[in-house]
């Protein structure tokens, strides 16, 4: 099946840095991608719709100025987190869209973030 | 809007019993559906999906569904669990063909037994 990679998987950092989180899909071309936020023990949360070479779709309540989400190519997203604070300490998932006839989201091995 | 949900948080079997997660979902007409699994600090993987056609979906590592269009259900079964499949499962659906967004359950964490 198609395989999507995540990096870092895990990524430790001051409060106030930024950190960038990368979404490769790697054989497959990925015209739309997905960025979850899952909190222990919750379900995954949809943060934003990234399509390639266009701005991001942000759902409700997600900070676009805070979590800044850029798809340069087919098969690269990268989701910034801009001045992190403890409390966006979660784990990231990424998906991408993979239209080779299976319609379904493949998902990325996930990024878990601590913000100290 | 479209939800799922997935009843039981936390199910506990015993190794080779048989296991049904439930899954019920709320939208006006029939969504595509899926179940994915998720080992402790990974990503998820998809066990199988149903779109159309055929009720009782097979999927990968022995699992399968069945899609019941009266109760808005899509349980997920295993005759025989093993060892491995102690994880967290999550039904999800989209609104169906030319919508590509997900909408989660909370999830049920399966613990097995030796």
């Known amino acids: 099946g198609a395989v999507v990679s995540q990096h870092p998987s895990r990524v430790i950092c001051k409060s106030g840095t930024s950190v960038k989180i990368e979404c490769r899909s790697l054989d497959f071309q990925a015209t739309t991608m997905f960025w979850y936020r899952q909190f222990p023990k919750q379900s995954l949360m949809l943060m934003a719709t990234?399509?390639?070479?266009?701005?991001?779709?942000?759902e409700q309540g997600v900070e676009k100025d805070k979590f800044l989400i850029n798809h340069a190519s087919l098969t690269l997203s990268t989701l910034t987190v801009t001045s992190a604070h403890p409390e966006d300490s979660s784990f990231y998932i990424c998906?991408?869209?993979?239209?080779?006839?299976?319609?379904?989201?493949?998902f990325g091995p996930g990024t878990r973030l601590l913000v100290l | 809007a479209q939800s799922v949900t997935q009843p039981d948080i936390h199910i506990t079997v015993s190794e080779g019993a048989s296991l049904e997660l439930r899954c019920n979902y709320s939208?006006?007409?029939?969504?595509?559906l899926f179940w994915y699994v998720q080992s402790p600090g990974q990503g998820l993987q998809l066990l199988l999906k149903?779109?159309?056609?055929?009720?009782l979906v097979q999927g990968i590592k022995g699992f399968e569904a069945e899609f019941k269009r009266s109760q808005s259900s899509f349980n997920l079964r295993k005759p025989s669990v093993h060892w491995s499949d102690a994880a967290e499962y999550f039904c999800a659906v989209r609104p169906g063909a030319g919508s590509y967004q997900l909408t989660f359950g909370k999830g049920t964490k399966l613990s097995v037994i030796p």
């Open positions: 939208y006006g007409a029939t969504p595509y």
């Open positions: 149903y779109f159309s056609g055929d009720t």
């Open positions: 998906s991408a869209w993979g239209q080779g006839g299976q319609e379904t989201q493949y």
């Open positions: 990234s399509n390639e070479g266009s701005k991001a779709t942000y």
